[in-house]
C-alpha cells in the first residue's frame, strides 16, 4: 500500500496536480495574510476610514427599519437602481456627517466621562427591571447585539459627544420679540392681485407649420414618434368569485357537517381558581410550600393563608383569587393541575411551575357549551358552499391547465372544458395593458420567448387567490420609428403646441414689458384686460398665483408690479400685483409654541450650515 503511494507521488501528472494546488493556495490562502487582511473603505475622513463592512451593516439597518415603515411601498421602490443608488449614497453620507461631528467635537475639547456613560447605561430602560438596573439583562441584549461592554460604552461615548455637540449648537438659537412680531406679521400679509390669462388654445390654432419643418421635427425626435412593441392577446380569464353562490348545500351536508365539527361551535371550558404561590427554586421554598399545604390540610382556611402568606400579594388581597381562564393560557404545570381537579373546593397538592410552588383551590367551573344547530346551520352553508367553490375552482384550473399544455396552438379547447370564454385585444404594448393584462406576470409571460416567438399557451398565471389567467399572442409586431406619412398630422399638431407655447410666452413677456413702462396700448390692441380685484393670502385657492403675487418686490405708490405663471392646462397668467396689505398682529398670536417653531427652524439651519462648513473643509475620498 505503501509502495503504491509512492509510486503515484513520483508520476509527473500527480506532481502537477499537486502544484497547481500548491500555486492556488499560496495567491488564495497564504496570500490573505500577506496582504494584511484589511477591510476596503467605503470612505475615508480626514484620515478616517469607515469600512466596508460597516457601511453594509448601517445600510441594512437602515433598510431594514425602512421595510418595516413602508411595507410593500418600499419594496417596490428598491426595485428602481437609481434609487438604491441614492439610498445608500444617503446612508454613507449620515456616516460621514457622523465622523465629522465627532472630529470637530473632539478638535473643541468635547468630552464624555466615563462616569457619565456609567449613569446614562444603567438610566436606560432596556436594562431596567422593577424600576432597577439589571445586570443580567445588561449582558443579555448585548450579547444579542453583537456588543461587548467596552464596545458599547465606546459606541455611547461617541454618540453622545456628537450629541453634546449638536446640542451646544441647537441650544444656542433664540428669537427676539421683534423677529417674531415681523414673521407673523409676513405669514398673515394679503396681497391685491389681478390676473389676465393668454389662452393656449389660441396660440397653437394661429401657429404655422410647414411641411420642412415638421420633417425637420420628426427626423430631430424619432423617440416621440416610436411605436412600442406590441401583441394582439387570447386570453381565458378563471375566477372563483361568484361560484358559491351557484351551489346548493343539501341540509344533510350541512347537519353531517355540525356534528363532526362540534367542538368548534362550543365554548370553550374556563376555571376560576385560587392559589397561595411561593417564590423560589430551591429546597427552602419547596418545604415552606409543604408546610403551607400542611396547614390546609389540618383545616387552615385557604384565603387567610392566602392573605398572609402568599408571596402573589396582588391576588393574597382577595384570597389568593385569579381571574377566570382556559387550557393554553397558564404555565403548562399549573394549568394541568388546575384542570384536573374535580370539585368546586377541591385542593391540588404543592404544583412546581416556572413561578415557584404553589397550591391552587378550584373555585368555579364554566362547562364547554355547544351552540344550538338552528344558531349556526347559517354559518355551515356559508362555510361548505366556501369550501365546495374552492375544491370546483382548483378542479376546473387543473383542467385548464392540463388542456392548455396539451393543445398548445390554441385556447379554443381550453375554454371548452372549463366553459370560459376566449377574450382578444387589439395590438397592445406593456405601457398601455388594462386590466388582469396588466399584471407584470402576465406581461412577463406574453413577451417570453415561449409565447411570443413559439406560439404556445402560457402556463396557469396566478393574478390573486382563485384567480388565474392562461394567455397565448395572436400576432406581434417589434418596436419601430413608424414613417412620416403615418405620423404627419401628430407631428405637425405636437410642433404647433410647441410653437404656441413659445408664442403665447413671447406675447407675455411683450405685454409684461410694456406694462413695467407704463405702456398699455399693446393690451388694447390685443383686446385684453385683466379681471377684477381679488385679496388673497400666502394660502390662497389658487397655489401658483399665490406663489407669484408674494414673490413679487412690494408696489411703490399707484404703479403696479407684473409676474407670469401657468395654470394647470397650461394657459400664461400675467398677474399684476396692486398692494401689500400689512396685518397688525396682536401680541397673543405670538405664542410660545410658535417661538419653538421658529427657533427649531433656525437650529436646523444652523445645523445644515455647520456640516456643510466642515464639509466644505474636509478630505473626503471614496477609494
Given at each position: 500500500?505503501?509502495?503504491?503511494?509512492?509510486e503515484?507521488?513520483?508520476?509527473?501528472w500527480?506532481?502537477?496536480?499537486?502544484?497547481?494546488?500548491?500555486?492556488?493556495?499560496?495567491?488564495?490562502?497564504?496570500?490573505?495574510?500577506?496582504?494584511?487582511?484589511?477591510?476596503?473603505?467605503a470612505?475615508?475622513?480626514?484620515?478616517?476610514?469607515?469600512?466596508?463592512?460597516?457601511?453594509?451593516?448601517?445600510?441594512?439597518?437602515e433598510?431594514?427599519?425602512?421595510?418595516?415603515?413602508?411595507?410593500d411601498?418600499f419594496?417596490?421602490?428598491?426595485?428602481?437602481?437609481?434609487?438604491?443608488?441614492?439610498?445608500?449614497?444617503?446612508?454613507?453620507?449620515?456616516?460621514?456627517n457622523d465622523?465629522?461631528?465627532?472630529?470637530?467635537a473632539?478638535?473643541?475639547?468635547?468630552?464624555?466621562?466615563?462616569?457619565?456613560?456609567?449613569?446614562t447605561?444603567?438610566?436606560?430602560?432596556?436594562?431596567?427591571?422593577?424600576?432597577?438596573?439589571?445586570?443580567?439583562?445588561?449582558?443579555?441584549?448585548?450579547?444579542?447585539?453583537g456588543f461587548?461592554?467596552d464596545?458599547?460604552?465606546?459606541?455611547?461615548?461617541?454618540?453622545?459627544?456628537?450629541?453634546?455637540?449638536?446640542?451646544?449648537?441647537?441650544?444656542?438659537?433664540?428669537?427676539?420679540d421683534?423677529e417674531l412680531?415681523?414673521l407673523?406679521?409676513?405669514?398673515?400679509?394679503q396681497?391685491?392681485?389681478?390676473?389676465?390669462?393668454l389662452?393656449?388654445?389660441?396660440?397653437?390654432?394661429?401657429?404655422?407649420?410647414?411641411?420642412?419643418?415638421?420633417?425637420?421635427?420628426?427626423?430631430?425626435?424619432?423617440?416621440?414618434?416610436?411605436?412600442?412593441?406590441?401583441?394582439?392577446?387570447?386570453?381565458?380569464?378563471?375566477?372563483?368569485?361568484?361560484?358559491?353562490?351557484?351551489?346548493?348545500?343539501?341540509?344533510?351536508?350541512?347537519?353531517?357537517?355540525?356534528?363532526?365539527?362540534?367542538?368548534?361551535?362550543?365554548?370553550?371550558e374556563?376555571?376560576?381558581?385560587?392559589?397561595?404561590?411561593?417564590?423560589?427554586?430551591?429546597?427552602?421554598?419547596?418545604?415552606?410550600?409543604?408546610?403551607?399545604?400542611?396547614?390546609?390540610?389540618a383545616?387552615?382556611?385557604?384565603?387567610?393563608?392566602?392573605?398572609?402568606?402568599?408571596?402573589?400579594?396582588?391576588?393574597?388581597?382577595?384570597?389568593?383569587?385569579?381571574?377566570?381562564?382556559?387550557?393554553?393560557?397558564?404555565?403548562?404545570?399549573?394549568?394541568?393541575?388546575?384542570?384536573?381537579?374535580a370539585?368546586?373546593?377541591?385542593?391540588?397538592g404543592?404544583?412546581?411551575?416556572?413561578?415557584g410552588?404553589h397550591?391552587?383551590?378550584?373555585?368555579?367551573?364554566?362547562?364547554?357549551?355547544?351552540?344550538?344547530?338552528?344558531?349556526?346551520?347559517?354559518e355551515?352553508?356559508?362555510?361548505?358552499?366556501?369550501q365546495?367553490?374552492?375544491?370546483?375552482?382548483?378542479?376546473?384550473?387543473?383542467?385548464?391547465?392540463?388542456?392548455?399544455?396539451?393543445m398548445?396552438?390554441?385556447?379554443?379547447?381550453?375554454?371548452?372544458?372549463?366553459?370560459?370564454?376566449?377574450?382578444?385585444?387589439?395590438?397592445?404594448?406593456?405601457?398601455?395593458?388594462?386590466?388582469?393584462?396588466?399584471?407584470?406576470?402576465?406581461?412577463?409571460?406574453?413577451?417570453?420567448?415561449?409565447?411570443?416567438?413559439?406560439?404556445?399557451?402560457?402556463?396557469?398565471?396566478e393574478?390573486?387567490?382563485e384567480?388565474?389567467?392562461?394567455?397565448?399572442?395572436?400576432?406581434?409586431?417589434?418596436?419601430?420609428?413608424?414613417?412620416?406619412?403615418?405620423?404627419?398630422?401628430?407631428?405637425?399638431?405636437?410642433?404647433?403646441?410647441?410653437?404656441?407655447?413659445?408664442?403665447?410666452?413671447?406675447?407675455?413677456?411683450?405685454?409684461?414689458?410694456?406694462?413695467?413702462a407704463?405702456?398699455?396700448?399693446?393690451?388694447?390692441?390685443?383686446?385684453?384686460?385683466?379681471?377684477?380685484?381679488?385679496?388673497?393670502?400666502?394660502?390662497?385657492?389658487?397655489?401658483?398665483?399665490?406663489q407669484?403675487?408674494?414673490?413679487?418686490?412690494?408696489?411703490?405708490?399707484?404703479?403696479?408690479?407684473?409676474g407670469?405663471t401657468?395654470?394647470?392646462?397650461?394657459n400664461?397668467?400675467i398677474?399684476?400685483?396692486?398692494?401689500?396689505?400689512?396685518?397688525?398682529v396682536?401680541?397673543?398670536?405670538?405664542?410660545?409654541?410658535?417661538?419653538?417653531?421658529?427657533?427649531?427652524?433656525?437650529a436646523q439651519?444652523?445645523?445644515?450650515?455647520?456640516?456643510?462648513?466642515?464639509?466644505?473643509?474636509?478630505?473626503?475620498?471614496?477609494?
Amino acid at each position: 500500500m505503501m509502495e503504491r503511494l509512492r509510486e503515484g507521488v513520483n508520476s509527473i501528472w500527480v506532481k502537477v496536480i499537486l502544484g497547481l494546488i500548491i500555486f492556488s493556495f499560496v495567491f488564495a490562502g497564504v496570500g490573505s495574510y500577506l496582504a494584511g487582511g484589511s477591510q476596503p473603505a467605503a470612505a475615508k475622513i480626514n484620515g478616517t476610514e469607515i469600512s466596508q463592512n460597516d457601511f453594509e451593516q448601517a445600510y441594512q439597518n437602515e433598510r431594514n427599519r425602512m421595510q418595516s415603515q413602508l411595507g410593500d411601498y418600499f419594496s417596490t421602490l428598491l426595485g428602481d437602481p437609481e434609487y438604491v443608488k441614492q439610498f445608500r449614497q444617503s446612508v454613507l453620507d449620515r456616516m460621514i456627517n457622523d465622523v465629522l461631528i465627532e472630529q470637530r467635537a473632539t478638535e473643541l475639547g468635547l468630552r464624555i466621562s466615563d462616569e457619565h456613560i456609567r449613569k446614562t447605561i444603567t438610566s436606560m430602560p432596556e436594562f431596567q427591571r422593577d424600576g432597577q438596573f439589571d445586570n443580567d439583562s445588561y449582558t443579555m441584549l448585548l450579547r444579542r447585539s453583537g456588543f461587548t461592554p467596552d464596545q458599547f460604552a465606546e459606541y455611547m461615548r461617541t454618540d453622545m459627544l456628537r450629541t453634546q455637540f449638536l446640542t451646544a449648537i441647537q441650544g444656542s438659537d433664540f428669537t427676539l420679540d421683534s423677529e417674531l412680531t415681523a414673521l407673523r406679521k409676513l405669514e398673515a400679509q394679503q396681497r391685491v392681485v389681478r390676473s389676465l390669462t393668454l389662452d393656449l388654445a389660441d396660440f397653437t390654432k394661429n401657429a404655422t407649420v410647414t411641411d420642412e419643418e415638421a420633417k425637420a421635427f420628426y427626423e430631430q425626435n424619432p423617440q416621440m414618434f416610436t411605436r412600442p412593441d406590441q401583441v394582439k392577446v387570447a386570453y381565458i380569464e378563471l375566477s372563483g368569485e361568484g361560484l358559491k353562490d351557484t351551489l346548493d348545500v343539501s341540509d344533510e351536508d350541512v347537519k353531517a357537517y355540525y356534528e363532526e365539527h362540534k367542538d368548534k361551535y362550543s365554548s370553550i371550558e374556563q376555571r376560576q381558581v385560587s392559589h397561595i404561590l411561593v417564590q423560589g427554586d430551591n429546597a427552602d421554598a419547596k418545604a415552606k410550600a409543604e408546610a403551607l399545604k400542611a396547614e390546609l390540610d389540618a383545616g387552615a382556611d385557604f384565603a387567610e393563608l392566602a392573605l398572609s402568606s402568599s408571596d402573589d400579594t396582588y391576588s393574597g388581597k382577595d384570597g389568593g383569587k385569579l381571574d377566570w381562564f382556559e387550557r393554553g393560557v397558564m404555565d403548562p404545570a399549573f394549568e394541568d393541575a388546575a384542570f384536573g381537579l374535580a370539585n368546586n373546593g377541591d385542593i391540588s397538592g404543592v404544583v412546581k411551575s416556572s413561578f415557584g410552588y404553589h397550591i391552587i383551590k378550584l373555585d368555579a367551573v364554566k362547562a364547554s357549551q355547544v351552540k344550538p344547530f338552528a344558531d349556526v346551520s347559517a354559518e355551515i352553508i356559508v362555510e361548505l358552499r366556501e369550501q365546495q367553490a374552492a375544491e370546483h375552482f382548483y378542479d376546473m384550473q387543473t383542467k385548464l391547465a392540463e388542456t392548455a399544455f396539451e393543445m398548445p396552438d390554441s385556447l379554443d379547447d381550453a375554454a371548452a372544458v372549463v366553459n370560459a370564454t376566449v377574450h382578444t385585444t387589439d395590438f397592445i404594448s406593456q405601457i398601455d395593458a388594462q386590466g388582469v393584462l396588466a399584471n407584470p406576470a402576465v406581461m412577463q409571460a406574453l413577451f417570453s420567448a415561449e409565447v411570443r416567438e413559439d406560439g404556445l399557451n402560457s402556463d396557469v398565471i396566478e393574478i390573486a387567490p382563485e384567480h388565474v389567467v392562461v394567455v397565448r399572442v395572436d400576432d406581434s409586431r417589434d418596436e419601430m420609428v413608424l414613417p412620416f406619412d403615418e405620423v404627419s398630422a401628430k407631428v405637425k399638431a405636437q410642433l404647433a403646441s410647441q410653437k404656441g407655447e413659445q408664442n403665447a410666452q413671447a406675447k407675455a413677456d411683450d405685454l409684461i414689458a410694456g406694462l413695467r413702462a407704463g405702456n398699455t396700448d399693446a393690451l388694447e390692441a390685443e383686446g385684453l384686460s385683466f379681471g377684477e380685484e381679488q385679496t388673497i393670502s400666502r394660502s390662497g385657492p389658487d397655489r401658483m398665483v399665490s406663489q407669484v403675487a408674494f414673490s413679487l418686490t412690494k408696489p411703490v405708490g399707484d404703479k403696479s408690479v407684473y409676474g407670469m405663471t401657468r395654470d394647470a392646462t397650461g394657459n400664461v397668467q400675467i398677474i399684476a400685483l396692486d398692494k401689500v396689505i400689512d396685518v397688525d398682529v396682536a401680541k397673543e398670536a405670538i405664542s410660545s409654541d410658535f417661538a419653538k417653531q421658529v427657533e427649531q427652524m433656525n437650529a436646523q439651519q444652523d445645523v445644515a450650515a455647520t456640516l456643510q462648513a466642515l464639509r466644505d473643509t474636509a478630505e473626503v475620498s471614496y477609494p
